[in-house]
């Protein structure tokens, strides 16, 4: 009851009454749940972004003045000699650090499956062109075979959210967490915050819960404060983090190469970009502003400035960020301690929710606000910060839509065309045409691994050919 009534009177003050309305409806146990939900929620500062991001019209900082940018310096991707040189020498500090045990990886996978038709987990989603292996199969093997090669436990961490914390645990369990050792795993969850109605209401999911949902990838920073993980990267003297996206399968998830990189540079915060294919590419636009590198997203970057061209005829903004980063420690523990933290960002969207009546509601137009952080937004804040070229077909193609682009049929494609190019390189006649091709990440993680791993054995390459350790010298 005391715990009703402080409700009460908080809500009344902000004009969020009717959060209330079925409480008296609700079961015992489920009141007690929906008025924990209410008191642990950070109600005050969604009605804070709401006044400020849609009512009031103030905005993050996305779009400066074209005058204010620059195309942003990087590291190309090697193609001459001396090219090769600084990337191997980048090699060699990379592979320094991570037989140190200084490196750690951060996977994000706080997403569910249902825009591909799939319920549980995105990271449970199968994806292997053979063997449909799992997204998180894929990036548990990619992290195993790097401790196995360096000789080096990698600590492997992996943010999730309320949504998919449980089955998460639960899928790692049930497959023994992927040859992994538990100690070297830690699961940390983002924080959801509520979302907003066109009014200014918090809306009801249910007559007894809020909708909430996760504070976007940029939460990370404050998750891996508040779960205690940044003390416990402090205890394991992780001093570099990789970090990637659960549903990009191809992700050099351990890249020495990127590694070294970084710790050359000294940087704070590294990226890793592709070159756009078009100016409207639906990528993050790398830029230089006031002489920090920034990310802003394509939907804020205006026509004029992505069609800009430079002398060579390229993109002035050629670079997309593939949300492929390196950060240091101590840089991310300085972030966490940031009075105002990351900015949020406002997005108009359609949320299932209840009416004041109680009637479910399926909104065919976005009917009310979400607020999220992103992590991009840390980069003004590096104070060094270094950019490094990747091939699209080596490392980018994630699963985002059920069809079409971004899908599982394009990244299952290019997954089997990435094979068959390590299969070639290791030396093996492949068939021409689409094949499917697969290679554990056990056995290699690129063709140079894969032609060490085939020395002295002969496999013959055929379509639906799965190469995994144990099946090594067959055929």
């Known amino acids: ?13 902000l004009g969020q009454e009717h959060l209330l309305s079925f409480v008296n409806e609700l079961p015992e146990r489920e009141k007690e749940q929906f008025l924990k939900q209410v008191t642990g929620s950070d109600i005050e500062t969604v009605l804070r972004l709401y006044k400020e991001l849609v009512k009031g019209g103030a905005k993050v900082d996305v779009m400066p003045p074209i005058s204010e940018l620059s195309a942003a310096p990087y590291v190309k991707y090697p193609k001459t000699e001396d090219e090769w040189f600084l990337w191997l020498e980048a090699k060699r500090a990379g592979v320094t650090a991570l037989k140190s045990g200084q490196v750690a990886c951060l996977m994000v996978a706080g997403g569910q499956g249902s825009r591909l038709g799939f319920e549980g987990p995105k990271g449970a989603f199968p994806i292997g062109p053979v063997s449909n292996r799992t997204l998180f199969q894929v990036q548990s093997e990619k992290v195993l075979a790097a401790s196995k090669r360096y000789n080096r436990a990698i600590p492997f961490f992996i943010m999730v959210s309320e949504s998919n914390e449980a089955d998460t645990r639960g899928f790692f369990i049930e497959h023994d967490y992927f040859g992994l050792d538990p100690d070297d795993l830690y699961f940390f969850k983002q924080e959801n915050i509520p979302a907003v109605d066109e009014n200014g209401k918090i809306v009801l999911e249910d007559k ?27 205890k394991r003297n992780v001093h570099t983090i990789s970090y990637f996206q659960v549903d990009n399968p191809l992700v050099r998830a351990v890249d020495p190469y990127f590694i070294g990189f970084h710790i050359m540079n000294k940087a704070d915060m590294s990226l890793k970009c592709l070159l756009k294919r078009s100016p409207s590419e639906k990528v993050g636009n790398v830029v230089m502003h006031k002489g920090r590198l920034r990310v802003i997203e394509y939907s804020d970057l205006s026509d004029a400035a992505a069609n800009l061209r430079d002398e060579d005829g390229g993109l002035r903004f050629r670079l997309g960020s593939i949300a492929i980063h390196i950060f240091d420690a101590g840089f991310l523990r300085r972030m966490s301690e940031e009075a105002g933290g990351l900015p949020y960002h406002v997005a108009h969207k359609k949320i299932a929710c209840i009416d004041l009546k109680g009637n479910k509601v399926e909104p065919k137009v976005p009917n009310g606000y979400k607020f999220e952080m992103f992590i991009f937004d840390t980069l003004p804040q590096a104070q060094r910060s270094v950019v490094v070229e990747t091939i699209r077909e080596n490392e980018f193609s994630p699963v985002k839509n059920a069809e079409g682009e971004a899908s ?47 020395a002295g054995k002969k496999i013959q390459v055929r379509d639906g050919l799965e190469l995994t350790l144990d099946k090594l010298g067959e055929e």
């Open 208 to 234: 007894g819960r809020l909708f909430t949902s996760p504070n976007g990838h940029g939460g990370c920073v404050k998750a891996l404060r508040d779960s205690g993980m940044l003390e416990e990267m402090k």
């Open 408 to 454: 599982p049929a394009t990244s299952r494609a290019d997954l089997a065309r990435l094979y068959g190019s390590w299969l070639a390189e290791a030396g093996l006649k492949v068939p021409s045409g689409d094949i499917k091709v697969e290679i554990s990440p056990l056995v290699a993680t690129d063709g140079q691994e894969l032609k060490e791993a085939l």
């Open 1 to 13: 009851m005391e715990l009703l009534i402080a409700q009460q009177k908080r809500l009344s003050a």
